[in-house]
């Protein structure tokens, strides 16, 4: 029995996808479409990224108080701690592509990496710009129903392309071909690096400016000054930010999990956990890094 197109998406569920490379590293939570018919998800939060292509139909998107009014061809973005909700419209019922995935910055020193950054430090939620999105929906949904030898392969470098589609249709950055050449850039490049190698084992500052070769309170300064973060703060965020992936994608105890990340006190753990996010890991977990608005 042959698939139908909206069987296949829903099917690239039941299909692991995870893309690591140098620059970046994505794990896909889940794909959906909506259509024919009306409906409503209601106010929320989530700790990843969730993206939805428009492709017929009306409704509205709320986003962090702000109404933007869709129609076929948009494309709009939650972000992780955005609160949003999409409300259909009866007599023209959206229909709708949605993904979501979780996504961490590998590398600082791409033109890849240049864009994501771009990406993720944009405020743009909604956007006609869409590429090639629409042929790469059709894309995957036609290697799902073919199931033919190499299908996960191409279903990763299609997602890939999907990602960075997104990317760009909310950017409009030049890609620089060279690094910059200040050295407060570049030492600040080689601590976060730093950080991202080490984040599951107890750093010092002396470590780290060992490995740049200055003191501590000159490369503590420099930091600071180059990222608006103090290094504990850099750090305290990455950690956290790996624990949301780990309880998402795991089944671990939230002790594990903490000595993962670096910290060998559940306790402190979950009281740093709390402040951040508002909730224990293990509500996080429950809740599957969603959380309604009261």
């Given at each position: 029995m042959s698939l139908s197109h909206q069987d296949a998406i829903r099917q690239l569920n039941q299909i692991p996808v995870r893309i690591q490379t140098s620059d970046f590293m994505a794990d896909i939570l889940w794909w959906g479409m909506y259509e024919n018919e009306w409906w409503r998800?209601?106010?929320?939060?989530?700790?990843?990224?969730?993206?939805?292509?428009?492709?017929?139909?009306?409704?509205?998107?709320?986003?962090?108080?702000?109404?933007?009014?869709?129609?076929?061809?948009?494309?709009?973005?939650?972000?992780?701690?955005?609160?949003?909700?999409?409300?259909?419209?009866?007599?023209?019922?959206?229909?709708?592509?949605?993904?979501?995935?979780?996504?961490?910055?590998?590398?600082?020193?791409?033109?890849?990496?240049?864009?994501?950054n771009a990406y993720i430090n944009?405020?743009?939620?909604?956007?006609?710009?869409?590429?090639?999105?629409?042929?790469?929906?059709?894309?995957?949904?036609?290697?799902?129903?073919?199931?033919?030898?190499?299908?996960?392969?191409?279903?990763t470098a299609l997602t890939t392309k999907l990602l960075l589609e997104t990317a760009r249709s909310v950017t409009n950055i030049s890609i620089q071909t060279n690094l910059p050449s200040d050295i407060q850039s570049?030492?600040?490049r080689e601590i976060i690096q730093y950080l991202k190698d080490?984040?599951?084992?107890?750093?010092?500052?002396?470590?780290?400016?060992?490995?740049?070769?200055?003191?501590?309170?000159?490369?503590?300064?420099?930091?600071?000054?180059?990222?608006?973060?103090?290094?504990k703060t850099y750090l305290t965020d990455l950690r956290l930010k790996k624990a949301c992936h780990l309880l998402l994608q795991s089944s671990d105890p939230v002790g594990e999990v903490a000595q993962q990340i670096g910290y060998p006190d559940a306790r402190y753990f979950s009281t740093l956990f709390r402040k951040q996010y508002g909730r224990t890991p293990t509500l996080f977990r429950e809740q599957n890094g969603t959380q309604f608005a009261e």
């Open positions: 998800n209601y106010l929320h939060v989530h700790s990843f990224y969730e993206i939805c292509y428009t492709f017929d139909g009306v409704g509205t998107f709320l986003c962090n108080n702000q109404r933007h009014d869709i129609c076929a061809g948009d494309l709009f973005i939650a972000r992780p701690g955005d609160y949003h909700e999409i409300v259909s419209s009866h007599h023209h019922p959206l229909g709708i592509y949605f993904w979501s995935y979780s996504l961490s910055i590998q590398s600082t020193q791409t033109d890849t990496t240049e864009l994501l944009s405020t743009d939620s909604v956007s006609r710009n869409v590429g090639t999105i629409p042929q790469v929906f059709h894309l995957l949904a036609d290697e799902v129903m073919r199931h033919e030898a190499g299908y996960i392969q191409s279903i570049t030492v600040a080490n984040y599951h084992q107890p750093i010092l500052i002396r470590d780290i400016a060992a490995q740049v070769h200055m003191s501590e309170r000159h490369v503590s300064r420099l930091f600071l000054q180059s990222t608006g973060k103090t290094i």
